[in-house]
Structure formats: structure tokens, C-alpha cells
């Protein structure tokens, strides 16, 4: 206790915010570091320069002591490291670190912690374990090259995405690290134009309004595709209107340049994989030369038509009247011609439109004397992110909490409040990089109408971590659980049934992310049983397998979750808080909602195939057969080391088939662990069962 009477390691009343100390500290560390590799860049052009080695020609003795000097100051462990390609290999050959990386990764440190003392709710995030794990190794050089490794993983930078306010600090570090992310590149951007569901469709705006061409946005999915859409104004003059859509945490971005290195480069340059995209967009629709155009764009999208407008040969091919970002950071940016008008919407509880996290300067006070610009923030009533970034959020405060602005920028845009003659979708392009989950998950899909909206399927599962902890149970048990239909058997497996209790940390879906907690039961062939057949299915494709599993109980983490699991599947699902780590040795999943936690480490294992499966649910009086194949490293391991433990007050159903099976507080027999893998579902088919 100090002596004012406050806890050590807790902020002191009326003191400085923690958060903003470790921030400061965090800033002053990687200035830092880009000094000491500036001072390593001076002395590689010294060593290498002409005038050093002539007098070292003449002077020898002091000469060659001052080139020794220079060069131990390179390559002393920790010195100033290589600039040059042959000096980087020989740090990493020897397993090292150059003093700029060490202190760059000090910095980093102290940025998540900043991050996390303003966010808790961030470190259940998969990027942010990803991180936490990289950069606290027993020692420096061990999380420098673990945090090399993370930032090229093209997979574990879709997790990283969803770290908003560290995106600008991991690609500084990344360059000090020079371990530059894959695709570091800039790809070429491209465009092709698409057709609109019929559902979708019927979700389009054909009314000119600011809510109207937010909602198109929102009804994009974040899928690479943008809208235009001609609009003939009140005075009878067809305009155009560009929604660009932003990047979602936790979903696929296919082929399109919206990604991790995409946002920093549409952040720090006007010439992005995005913006080329949205020009070329832009050119296939037929956009006369000189036509007025309104830029509207969220998240990354706001970033990129901000770039447009900042683009002097597109403004010049082009009448850029008004571009409006919301929830991206804003800055102090310029557009090419004077005469456009811009407007900004952040929540400042956002973390990506919050300045500091992009180490951007914030937007300056407005000036009542220029009428081109109109910022607009607010606090709104959460500040969890990513919820806070979503743009149903913005709709929603701006209908709401915002009705002064909302009308202010309908107002600016009266020139395009009419009908709407035309709309067009274009799926944006990134050719230098193949589709994400190539070639495997690279499928024809189908839509689906549910009652959150349509849903390709087969849905797909491009960053997943699972643990099947399989137990035997009494058959009898087993029976009890299952439907009131004597064709429908648990298979024997010896005297005993077969019971899984299946942990999912679903990083990025087509369906967004979620965690899912399920316990099945394996189950015979439905019309014509025999005996192992569990067994010699194992021999077979997952589509030419007889048994599967049955699905007694499903917890999801979210809605869009819960209704496919409900209406493609037709599989027992309810809407549980849940959360798992199971990339490591170390797993752990828990739902306080369920009353129930797994937790143990994982003994020696031994690779097996693939996971694929049948899974079988009921909707009405059918049975539905759904087909999961899954590519990825399962591996068997014995499941002494895991435990599962249930709270008395646990919620049902889930709590007492537990019970009834007799694993409510057993271990496992063993346990499928795959830490990292890829998957698709198929829709459900439905069987006169």
C-alpha cells in the first residue's frame, strides 16, 4: 500500500491515465528505434563509402581501427544490425537480434498493453493471443523471430486484423524487423462486375438518402464487392454515387485487396490496391469524363475514397462533389479540388478511427469559415470493439443519437436525393495473390435465404482450431438422449457407446467469428445397421460414410451462427457466451452461460486424417445429413492431461445430457486436436427419417 493510501500497480486518483503513459512510452521507444537504425544506415554508407577506403590506404593503422570499430558496431550482439541483405541473413543465421528490432519490440509491448488496460475485451481476441504469445518468449531473440514469423503468416494476419489500434505499430515494427509481411508488394487492383441476389436486391436503396447509401454498404457483407449506383438529382442531372464497403475482422476477403497491408497503404499513400480497384470499377461502369460523383465509403472504404478525392488525375477525369467517411480516420487531408466537400462520422470510442491508433494527426477544430468540411464526433453508448466500428452501429446512431447531423449531411447531399435509375455491384480484385484457402476451399456456392439474410453455402471455414475430447458411455444412456425412433442407434464400439464433446475457435468464417461447443453421439446407419460400422467407415469418403454423429446440443457464440446452425442444419442450437483458446498445448474453452469449463494440456500425439464427418440433426419430422470436410494437422492425443468440470446452477439441456452420459466431471479417452485447419458445410440434406 503506498502512503496515499492507493494499491501499487492502480492508477492514483486525479493522476496521469495509465493507458496514455504507456502510449507516450510506447511512441518514444520506436523513435527509438528508427533512430538507432537511421545511425545503422549512416554507418553501412560510411563503411562502403570511397573516401574511407582511400584513407585507409594512406593511414592504415588508425584507418583499419576505425573500420573494425564501425563494423563491430553492426555486428556486435546487440549492435546496430545490417542494412544490407548479406548482414540480415548472417543476424538471423546466428540466431540473433539487431538493437533496433530489440527496442522495437519493447515498443510493441508496451502498445498492447496500452491497448489492453483502455480494451480488456481485446485479449480474448485470436490476434491479440496470437501476439501476446509471440512477443512474451523467454527471451528477446525468440519473440523477434516469432514475431518475423507471425507477421508473413498470410493465415494469422487475418486474426491480426481485427487488432485495429496496433495495425499501424506491427507494420512499423515489421519494417525494423525487415520481415515484411508477405505480399508486401503493391498488387495490381482489378474489377468485374456481378449480379445481385434476388434478396439482396430487394435490400438496395432505390431512394437517393445518407442512410439509404449506408445501408447498401452494409448489405455489401464486406465481400470485395463495392456499389454505384446512377441517381437522377431533383434537377433532372444524372449522378453517380461510389459505396465502398471496409474490411471485417473475422471474414474472409477472398482475392480482394481489402486486407491488413491494404488498410495501412490506403492510410499512408493515395495510390492503394483498393483505390486502383475502385478507378477501374469506376471506368468499366461508363462514368462519362466529367461527371459528378459522391465518394461514401466505412472503415477502409472510408480511407480509400478520401484517397480519391486526393487524387489529382482522378479528379481531374472526374467532378468529385462530396466524400463522406465514416468510421475512418480522417486526418488533415486535402482533396485535389478545393470545391469538394468533405465530411467524416467517428465514434471516438472506435479504434480505428481513433487517431492515435493509426498515428495520424487527429482532425483539427472546424473552421466556421470553410464550408468544404464537416467533421462529426460523438461518444457513443459502448465502447466494446469491434462493435463500436460496425457500420449497423453508425446507421443506428446516426438515426438516433445524431439527428442534427444526419440532417446536415442529407442536406449536402441534395443534388442525389432521387431515384435511383441503376445499380451496380463490381467485385474488387487483388491478381497478385490467389483466393484465400486455395485450392481447398476455392468452391461453388449457392445462397441460401435465412432470416438474418442469404448465406452461401456451402459455408465456409478458412481459420479454425478445434478438440474433440471423445468419451465412452453407456449405450443405454446414449439412447435415452437421442430422438423416439428405433432406426436411429448409438454404434458400439465394444460394450460401450461413443460420446464427443466438440470445442470450436472459429477465427474467420464466411459467417463471421464464433465459438462453438457441441456433443454429439455416433450414431448407425439409418436404415440398414451393422456391426463396426463406425470402424470401417473410417476407410471410407466422408460422402460414402453409412454412420455419423448426431447432434444433441449446440452452443454458439453468435446470432448469424445460431440461425444457420438452426435453419441449414436443423441442428438444437442456442445462443451462449463462450469463449476458447485451442491453438496450443494448453487448452481451455469456457462458457459462463453453460456453467461449463474444459481446460488441460495435451500429452504427446500422433497425426491421423482429416476430421471429416456426417453430422445429423432434425428439422420437423426429417432427419438432415450434413457433410463437413476439413483440411488440416489433427492429430490423436490421450485425454489424461484434460478435464471437464460443470457448475451446479450449469444451464440445460447441455448440462444434463453431460450428466446422464456420466461426463460431467470425467476425462476423456483421447482427443482429436487440430490447432489450426480449413473447412467447408455443406447445406443440409433432408432424409424420410
Known amino acids: 500500500m503506498r502512503a496515499d493510501g492507493t494499491a501499487p500497480g492502480r492508477p492514483v486518483p486525479g493522476g496521469p491515465d495509465p493507458g496514455n503513459v504507456l502510449r507516450d512510452c510506447a511512441r518514444d521507444m520506436l523513435e527509438i528505434a528508427e533512430g538507432i537504425r537511421?545511425?545503422?544506415?549512416?554507418?553501412?554508407?560510411?563503411?562502403?563509402?570511397?573516401?574511407?577506403?582511400?584513407?585507409?590506404r594512406r593511414h592504415p593503422r588508425t584507418g583499419l581501427a576505425g573500420c573494425w570499430a564501425l563494423l563491430r558496431a553492426r555486428t556486435a550482439r546487440p549492435g546496430l544490425g545490417g542494412s544490407t541483405r548479406a548482414l540480415r541473413l548472417a543476424d538471423r543465421a546466428r540466431g540473433g537480434a539487431d538493437l533496433a528490432a530489440l527496442v522495437a519490440l519493447t515498443s510493441l509491448r508496451l502498445r498492447i498493453a496500452a491497448v489492453l488496460a483502455d480494451h480488456p475485451e481485446l485479449s480474448r481476441a485470436p490476434g491479440m493471443r496470437l501476439l501476446t504469445r509471440a512477443v512474451t518468449a523467454d527471451r528477446d531473440e525468440d519473440a523477434v523471430r516469432a514475431l518475423r514469423a507471425l507477421l508473413r503468416d498470410r493465415t494469422a494476419q487475418r486474426a491480426l486484423s481485427g487488432l485495429a489500434p496496433l495495425i499501424s505499430e506491427l507494420l512499423a515494427v515489421c519494417a525494423l524487423l525487415d520481415g515484411r509481411p508477405e505480399g508486401g508488394g503493391t498488387p495490381e487492383g482489378g474489377a468485374e462486375a456481378v449480379d445481385l441476389t434476388d434478396q439482396r436486391r430487394r435490400i438496395i436503396a432505390t431512394e437517393g438518402s445518407l442512410l439509404g447509401f449506408l445501408r447498401n454498404i452494409e448489405a455489401l457483407s464486406t465481400d470485395g464487392r463495392i456499389l454505384v449506383q446512377?441517381?437522377?438529382?431533383?434537377?433532372?442531372?444524372?449522378?453517380?454515387?461510389?459505396?465502398?464497403?471496409?474490411?471485417?475482422?473475422?471474414?474472409?476477403?477472398?482475392?480482394?485487396?481489402?486486407?491488413?497491408?491494404?488498410?495501412?497503404?490506403?492510410?499512408?499513400?493515395?495510390?492503394?490496391?483498393?483505390?486502383?480497384?475502385?478507378?477501374?470499377?469506376?471506368?468499366?461502369?461508363?462514368?462519362p469524363r466529367g461527371a459528378e460523383l459522391a465518394l461514401i465509403g466505412h472503415s477502409e472504404g472510408g480511407n480509400a475514397v478520401l484517397n480519391l478525392a486526393q487524387d489529382e488525375d482522378f479528379c481531374r477525369a472526374y467532378r468529385v462533389t462530396h466524400a463522406i467517411a465514416v468510421g475512418s480516420p480522417s486526418g488533415d487531408r486535402k482533396p485535389a479540388d478545393p470545391r469538394t466537400w468533405i465530411a467524416t462520422v467517428t465514434n471516438q470510442y472506435d479504434l480505428v478511427a481513433a487517431p492515435d491508433g493509426h498515428r495520424t494527426e487527429p482532425a483539427p477544430p472546424a473552421d466556421p469559415a470553410d464550408t468544404t468540411r464537416y467533421h462529426v464526433e460523438y461518444a457513443g453508448p459502448t465502447r466494446e470493439f469491434p462493435l463500436c466500428h460496425r457500420l449497423r452501429e453508425y446507421i443506428?446512431?446516426?438515426?438516433?443519437?445524431?439527428?442534427?447531423?444526419?440532417?446536415?449531411l442529407d442536406e449536402a447531399l441534395a443534388p442525389y436525393r432521387g431515384p435511383v435509375v441503376r445499380t451496380q455491384a463490381y467485385r474488387l480484385k487483388d491478381h497478385a495473390h490467389p483466393p484465400a484457402g486455395h485450392p481447398f476451399l476455392t468452391l461453388a456456392t449457392a445462397p441460401v435465404r435465412t432470416t438474418v439474410g442469404p448465406v452461401d453455402v456451402p459455408v465456409r471455414y478458412y481459420d479454425s482450431a478445434a478438440a474433440h475430447l471423445c468419451f465412452p458411455v453407456d449405450p443405454a444412456a446414449a439412447r435415452s438422449l437421442l430422438p423416439d425412433a428405433d432406426w436411429l442407434t448409438p454404434s458400439l464400439l465394444g460394450?460401450?457407446?461413443?460420446?464427443?464433446?466438440?470445442?470450436?475457435?472459429?477465427?474467420?468464417t464466411t459467417i463471421g467469428p464464433y465459438t462453438e461447443i457441441a456433443l454429439s453421439v455416433l450414431v448407425d446407419d439409418l436404415w440398414r445397421p451393422r456391426p463396426y460400422d463406425a470402424?470401417?467407415?473410417?476407410?471410407?469418403?466422408?460422402?460414402?460414410?453409412?454412420?455419423?454423429?448426431?447432434?444433441?446440443?449446440?452452443?454458439?457464440?453468435?446470432?448469424?451462427?445460431?440461425?444457420?446452425?438452426?435453419?441449414?442444419?436443423?441442428?438444437?442450437?442456442?445462443?451462449?457466451?463462450?469463449?476458447?483458446?485451442?491453438t496450443g498445448r494448453e487448452i481451455r474453452a469456457r462458457s459462463e452461460d453453460l456453467g461449463l469449463v474444459v481446460e488441460g494440456r495435451l500429452g504427446p500425439g500422433v497425426r491421423c486424417p482429416d476430421a471429416d464427418r456426417a453430422l445429423y440433426g432434425r428439422r420437423g419430422t426429417g432427419?438432415?445429413?450434413?457433410?463437413?470436410?476439413?483440411?488440416?494437422?489433427?492429430?490423436?492425443?490421450p485425454g489424461a492431461g484434460v478435464r471437464v468440470r460443470l457448475d451446479t446452477a450449469a444451464a440445460e439441456p447441455l448440462a444434463g445430457q453431460l450428466r446422464r452420459l456420466g461426463i460431467d466431471a470425467a476425462r476423456p479417452l483421447f482427443v482429436l486436436a487440430c490447432?489450426?485447419?480449413?473447412?467447408?458445410?455443406?447445406?443440409?440434406a433432408e432424409l424420410a427419417r
Open 535 to 582: 470402424v470401417t467407415d473410417l476407410l471410407r469418403r466422408v460422402d460414402l460414410r453409412r454412420t455419423g454423429r448426431y447432434v444433441l446440443s449446440l452452443a454458439v457464440s453468435t446470432e448469424a451462427a445460431r440461425v444457420v446452425a438452426r435453419e441449414i442444419w436443423g441442428q438444437p442450437v442456442l445462443r451462449m457466451r463462450a469463449e476458447a483458446d485451442l
Open 38 to 56: 537511421a545511425v545503422s544506415e549512416r554507418t553501412a554508407t560510411t563503411l562502403s563509402a570511397p573516401d574511407l577506403a582511400a584513407a585507409t
Open 495 to 508: 460394450p460401450r457407446a461413443l460420446a464427443v464433446l466438440s470445442l470450436h475457435e472459429h477465427r474467420c
Open 675 to 684: 490447432p489450426q485447419f480449413m473447412a467447408h458445410r455443406g447445406g443440409g
Open 623 to 637: 432427419t438432415v445429413r450434413t457433410l463437413v470436410r476439413a483440411h488440416g494437422r489433427l492429430r490423436l492425443h
Open 230 to 287: 446512377n441517381v437522377r438529382g431533383p434537377d433532372g442531372v444524372v449522378r453517380y454515387v461510389v459505396q465502398a464497403p471496409g474490411t471485417a475482422p473475422g471474414r474472409p476477403r477472398a482475392d480482394a485487396p481489402q486486407d491488413l497491408l491494404g488498410a495501412w497503404r490506403d492510410l499512408r499513400a493515395t495510390d492503394s490496391p483498393y483505390t486502383r480497384s475502385l478507378v477501374r470499377a469506376l471506368a468499366a461502369h461508363g462514368i
Open 396 to 408: 443506428e446512431h446516426l438515426r438516433t443519437l445524431l439527428p442534427v447531423a444526419r440532417a446536415d
